[in-house]
């Protein structure tokens, strides 16, 4: 399996009033294109500072990261804005919807910018809400805001996408539902999927899971069997 | 259309209020500046279009007599293309009324056909050589309805006349028709001009060729050229009385006075407009953008340029700008066609040229768009700093301190809750209040100013005709009598006070300056006038020297203890020296006066004098207009009643002003409340849950704003007066001084309306918080 992204020696450092935090420190890792990887980790681990790093929203203090091949973390501004563009996706905990477009206006806002877009019917018959398209966020709940906010992310055909604590809003069963359709994307659409998550049980469905405690990686490993979403508790 | 297209026009329609509101304003400063600017373009083309086809002098010359020769040595100089001689007379006409005085000033008109000023004819045809008929002046027919086929008596040098009126008429002399400077107003009832035929009153009054009066053009390329000195010379043993160019005369100076306002008025209020939509603008997109701090997170995540996102904001404003732009220019261009005839009505330039002025266009709309996008700008500008990381973590909660009326622990704790609350948001959202307090006090120094502006000149008028000049008749005669004659008229009538006076013009001069004024001379101990210096004191006409009018002193630069030259039309008299011995105020006109004695003195021949004062409660007109050295009649009640008329006009441009003013108080209020309330709405949700009323809630609104109403007002008083002031200096010329303090029943009034148009924009805001959706509003996390 070629490697899509290679972390090394990655630290970030930011002042917090006075104090100076270390968010993250001489992290290095490599991830497989075609992964579920999970990274866990409690508050304040680092692992959403790692992410952001990683989907080029944030600049490392030191260390380099590659996707690809290209080292993104030399990137200039706009480098990062295509980087963004065209290789990453998004899931965040909240969804974070534009609340005056209907779902399907959601997801094209992302089509609108991307260069090889999926078909957005497709994708929504792939999240199951072929039926919600065209109701705006305030009508749906928030198992399906959090299925749009995944059409949306996916629709732009990325080689990456990052879920930021994906379940974190949502009902026990609902957030099952919601890894079982990371996990139908990772393995239909061969893309890599990075989930953050201080789930630990998260953790059982990945296929390389990132241990994190105060902005160290403490543990990296394969997972010989993940489980399926449904297999898993909490 | 694209997604963010969308987005920004459900954006625009879920605060259409507050985005209707700004567009309002802009679009207001749009029209102002459109209008105003293509009507004083479209006045002016239309007068000079007027002026080029009725072949206006450049020059009149007002003199004692001259003859052909002397035209004729005129017509001799290079840079004069053409030189009229003209009878010019004033007469009073005889009407059916007995105590009505109205008076007419006869002119000749010449044979040749290619006459200066030339007439055009409105109706009928001109008077036929030597026969008894006459062409009357427009206005004169139109204010005393006389028609062709009606008969004209008129009185002159001593015998009456009848003439048959054949024609209607107008002339580019007299656009804007006044008796004189002091007059002000077009009274055309009273006052007109008629056109004889040159060869039959010459004959009638035994002129001959002793013309009184020349109207000459000059060759084009002398078109500016200054010819007073030269013309000077040539009418050496004439007697010029005075010499005006084009740029003095009366008539063209009111209409490029009106001009000069309208270009003024055209650069200075839209302006405020303009700023304070862009204010308004920039300061309610900064707040869209701080609220759509995690949508702009979002976009950037998604790959979207900073660009990209900065460009989707600054369209809310560039929208704006542009259908503001457009909006504006449309009611601004139907505006100005109706401006322009309503002048040219009122000034009686025959021809009506509108046309599209492009430039203007582009104009409008650079000016309306480039506001727009530096309040956009403004607004929008922080997206660029925005870091999608940070922006999707919740914001830290603001630091609250202790307000400084907190640290006064027994008035803080005899305050209620409410009270409480409201001072500590104002002291603590600083940047809103200065704003609320700055669109307040704006207000109300713009509806101060309108107020002021309605009071102003009845108040200018009641200064000018009663307590600086208080005699009830001015009675002017066809020529110079002796003073001890005085005593003739006393008897006439039933009469309280008598005064003569003399009145001549004449040229003042200092250094290069040159300027032709009326001097005229007064009882030393007068009670006719009453003059006050510049700090209001009382002063009495002196033996010797001379005072002179504020404005007069402002144009040549006089303190007291200065010497003026003065130059006479007397023939082979010296220029005389005077010295300043007092500056007077006065509102209407330009003038200076003297001691009566000492201006025969050293300035005339003998005990002169051109008219007299009379306060008489007689019936002063039905017993001096028939008198044969009588040349015009003036009553002071006559022009309070056409000034009356006049300030019926200006009522509707000041009624739109207090709309205009009205309408920014109410946007500023409208917008900044609702902006208030989107900032507050989970404050006012929790107060909601603990048990606030919507009533209760609203109460917390209605009380910070009207601290606020008083604050700006406070504030608006000094502001309004500083607008007061500008228009004095940007306003006031030789024709009137606009010093005036408004007054209190003004500052009342304006107040009143300040708070009238607030309490109605409140009254707007209300429904945001009846259809406040508290619960959806404290666990909503959309963006």
Known sequence: ?234 | MKILDLRLLRTIKESKGQYIAILVVLTIGILIYTSLNISSINLKDSLYTYYDTGNFADYFIELMNTDETVINNIMALEQVSQANGRHVLEAPLITNDENERVTVRVISLPENEDRINNLELIEGRLPLKGSAEVAVLEQLAVARNINIGDSLIFQAHGQQIELAVVSLVASPEFVYLIESEQTFMPNPENYGVVYLDEGFMSRQYGLGSNYNNIVLTLEDNYKNHDMKKLLEDVLKYTGVMRITERSEQISNRMVHEEINGLEKASNSIPLIFLAVAAIILGVMLKRIVENDRIAIGILKSMGYSNKEVLFHYMKYAISIGIIGGIIGLIIGYALSGMMTSMYVDFFNIPLLTVNIYYEYIALSMILSVIFCVLAGLYGAIKIIKIHPAESMRPQAPMVGKRTILEKLPKFWSSLSFSWKNVLRNILRSKSRVIFIILGISLTYAVLLFSVYINDVFDEMFNLHFGEFMSMEYEINFSQPLNMNQIDYFEELADIDLIEPKNEFPFEFIKGRENYVINIIGLEENTNVYNFRDLSYMQMKVPSTGIIVSENLARKFDLQLGDYIEVSSFIPERDNVLLEVKGVTKQLFGINAYMNIEFMNEVLLDGEMMTGIYVNSKDNIVSKFKHLPVVSSILSNQELREVFEEFTGLIILSIGMMVVFGGILGFVIIYTATNMSISERIMEFSSLRVMGFRKKEIFALIKKENYVLTVLGILLGIPLGKAFIQSLDIMFSNELYTLSINASIMSYILAAFLTILFIYIAQFATRRRIEKLEFLEALKNRMV
């Open chain 1, 1 to 234: 399996m070629s490697s899509v992204l290679k972390i090394n020696g990655l630290s970030k450092e930011y002042l917090m009033g006075e104090v100076k935090v270390n968010a993250l420190r001489d992290a290095s890792f490599e991830i497989g294109s075609g992964e579920f990887v999970v990274i866990l980790g409690p508050s304040g681990s680092g692992k959403s500072t790692l992410l952001n790093i990683i989907g080029g929203m944030d600049e490392p203090t030191s260390g380099e990261v590659f996707f690809s091949g290209s080292k993104i973390s030399n990137y200039s501004q706009k480098d990062l804005t295509d980087y963004r563009r065209y290789q990453v996706g998004f899931v965040f905990q909240f969804y974070n919807l534009m609340a005056n477009l209907t779902a399907r206006e959601n997801v094209e806002l992302a089509t609108e910018i991307a260069r090889d877009p999926l078909n957005i019917d497709e994708v929504f018959t792939l999240v199951g809400l072929d039926e919600r398209k065209d109701h705006f966020p305030s009508q749906l709940s928030g198992g399906e805001q959090q299925r749009v906010a995944i059409a949306r992310a996916v629709c732009k055909n990325p080689e990456l996408l990052l879920c930021d604590e994906p379940t974190g809003a949502l009902d026990y069963d609902t957030g099952k539902k919601i890894l079982s359709l990371l996990r139908d994307i990772n393995s239909s659409l061969k893309k890599t999927v990075l989930v953050i998550t201080h789930n630990a049980a998260i953790g059982k469905m990945a296929d390389r899971v990132i241990r994190m405690r105060s902005g160290e990686i403490i543990e990296n490993y394969l997972n010989e069997k993940p489980l399926s979403p449904e297999e898993i508790e909490w």
